[in-house]
């Protein structure tokens, strides 16, 4: 049978759709999947019955083309992993004189075919990444192909684990505090004391007008779980709505401790409409719509093979951020640095003003950690019954006595704590006392100890200066292993030992700096008026988060539990205290609840 080939007509390609004019009656049109993952289908909408016949050509990895006829509008493939392009030509038969008349080829369609072999455990690790060598061992380095978490740090090996991320995407200003009168308003919003937008000088804000809308589209909070845990769910934050203005006591409240709740991929509105009269000669309504939009990633474990890795160098394991999921509703990532702090105050005008804790929690946000402060809102926080003198250590009360009552064991290694007082017993003037870091008696590092816990004296200037928050951060830097600048005569800290640079060269490089007037560090604290609640940036480069899980082994009692051991029976201890063996924790905490 003889084939003539007719005049080639115009293609028209669009991606992967190849489209062959055979005839001004005839059209076929070519697709198929650029990617497949084993099985696909080649389809054309020109029908082959009849006169009409399409011829299939198809090459592997770069091999010789190789034709077949085929029927049907599509035709199923199952490949291995490979190459595969294909080419049609479309022919019209005519009987007489029993001859098909045929196109030109159509530019090719090329598919690429993943053969992504087995993963037995579903942890989103095949088992050929898993078992690299393939000799169906768990040699070390590996992880093992038939469980989904290897280390039994909670996390799965692979990226199965779920972060959801909650995302500030619109402010609607409908009608403004100040309208058209006098001017924009300068809006701000906080998330769990976060203060968004984050600005150097800690006091962003967005200036809107009425009938204008903001799109900032800015990541305001993220929850993390592992598979099989959406009983955490719905997720909460809580949310301010504030305008800024003169002095941070005078900003207006719109919304104040509101509990915006959240799950995973939703789109959500928060509003806040309120009349009132304004000013003299005119009264407004105040009108704003929040929209929220929260969106869910993936990831593996940052460290599959060892339960008590620090990747993220926040001082807590893998194991026990995964405990702290549990505990406080996904409130942890195992891949970005968390601080946890327990704000205690002792009597009710004792309590830390709201733009202190602004500073504080905005300020470690900005240098990239996510300081989470319990002020009351994460299960702890409390208003205690007012002592008018509190002592950092000795004679009670003191700020360990307050610590052991009020202080959840379980949080031990994980969150520090800090006691807001009215006034320090001290042999000295002082606005605040702090634990430092007790030096490694072995020699081999500088600082290995516990600086968990400090007290500072607040309501000190209040609407005035930012003391509350300098004498705040400056205390918590010896918990993270500063130390006052050279020269300066504030008495040691209490377990710190010995001031010489070349004992301490790792943490205590600050001590190598001029006295800058701006660091929290410094100790004159009449002068702190003229400071910023912020470290230099040596002393950030310095931080040590890490030495929170050389905690006291157990803050309450401070008693030794044995260390894990599948041979040693469940106890409270054990679950409760220092340790947080986790092969205990659902005899001792059924459901994530704390021990009692």
């Keep these: ?112 075919v993943i053969t992504p072999g ?38 799965f090996d692979g990226p199965r684990n779920i972060r959801t991320k909650l995302f500030l995407t619109k402010i609607e200003a409908k009608n403004t505090q100040e309208d058209s009168e006098i001017g924009n308003d300068e809006v701000f919003v906080t998330f769990n004391h976060k203060r968004v937008p984050i600005k150097q000088n800690l006091n962003g804000y967005w200036s809107v007008g009425k009938g204008e809308a903001l799109r900032p589209s800015i990541e305001v909070a993220r929850r993390t779980r592992p598979p099989g845990y959406d009983n955490l769910l719905p997720y909460f934050v809580k949310v301010d709505l504030r305008e800024d203005d003169w002095f941070d006591w005078t900003d207006d409240d719109f919304i104040i401790d509101h509990m915006l709740t959240f799950t995973d991929n939703i789109t959500f509105k928060l509003e806040y409409k309120h009349s009132q009269r304004a000013y003299i000669f005119f009264s407004n309504d105040i009108d704003y719509t929040l929209t929220f939009r929260s969106s869910t990633e993936m990831f593996a474990d940052p460290n599959p093979t060892d339960a008590n890795a620090d990747d993220d ?147 000190y200037l209040d609407h005035i200066s930012d003391m509350e928050s300098i004498v705040w951060i400056h205390e918590f830097g ?40 701006d660091t929290a560090m410094g100790s004159g604290k009449i002068q702190a008026i003229d400071r910023e609640p912020d470290f230099h940036n040596n002393e950030w480069a310095v931080l040590d988060l890490t030495a929170i899980h050389n905690a006291p082994p157990d803050c309450s009692t401070g008693e030794v539990p044995p260390p894990p051991s599948e041979g040693i029976p469940c106890s409270k201890e054990r679950c409760c205290g220092f340790w947080q063996d986790d092969l205990c924790f659902d005899v001792c905490m059924p459901e994530g609840k704390p021990c009692k």
């Design 478 to 517: 010896h918990n993270l292993g500063l130390c006052h600048l050279p020269g300066q005569n504030e008495p040691f800290v209490t377990g710190i030992i010995g001031y010489d640079p070349s004992e301490c060269s790792a943490n205590c490089a600050h001590y190598n700096m001029p006295n800058w007037d």
């Design 1 to 112: 049978m003889e084939h003539r080939l007719i005049k080639k007509p115009v293609a028209s390609v669009f991606i992967l759709i190849v489209s062959v004019f055979l005839s001004e009656k005839v059209f076929a049109i070519l697709s198929a999947p650029s990617t497949s993952y084993g099985t696909y289908d080649v389809s054309w909408t020109e029908s082959t019955g009849g006169q009409n016949r399409v011829y299939l050509y198809e090459s592997v990895n770069g091999s010789e083309w190789i034709n077949s006829r085929v029927l049907g509008n599509s035709k199923t493939f199952t490949k291995a992993s490979g190459i595969y392009k294909y080419k049609i030509k479309s022919c019209f038969y005519e009987p007489e004189p029993d001859q098909e008349f045929c196109s030109g080829f159509s530019n090719e369609v090329i598919i690429r």
């Design 313 to 459: 160098l926040d001082g807590i394991s893998e194991i026990r951020e995964f405990n702290v999921v549990r505990m406080l509703k996904g409130l942890a990532d195992p891949t970005q640095p968390d601080i946890y702090m327990e704000l205690d105050a002792v009597g009710e005008d004792k309590v830390p003003e709201r733009y202190t804790k602004e500073d504080i929690v905005t300020r470690f946000a900005q240098r990239g950690y996510a300081f989470h402060l319990d002020d009351g809102v994460l299960g702890g926080g409390e208003i205690l019954d007012s002592e008018h003198n509190v002592n950092f250590s000795g004679e009670k009360p003191n700020l360990f006595s307050y610590r052991n009552k009020h202080f959840a064991p379980e949080r031990c290694g994980i969150f520090h704590y800090v006691l807001s007082v009215n006034k320090l017993n001290s042999e000295y003037f002082s606005y605040g006392q702090a634990e430092g870091l007790i030096k490694d008696q072995r020699g081999d590092t500088c600082y290995d100890g516990h600086g968990t816990s400090f007290l500072f004296r607040s309501d």
């Design 118 to 155: 087995p993963d037995r455990d579903n942890d989103g690790l095949l088992d050929s990444e898993e078992d690299k060598n393939g000799n169906g061992i768990v040699d070390e380095g590996e992880t093992n192909p038939l469980k989904a978490d290897s280390d039994d740090d909670g996390w």
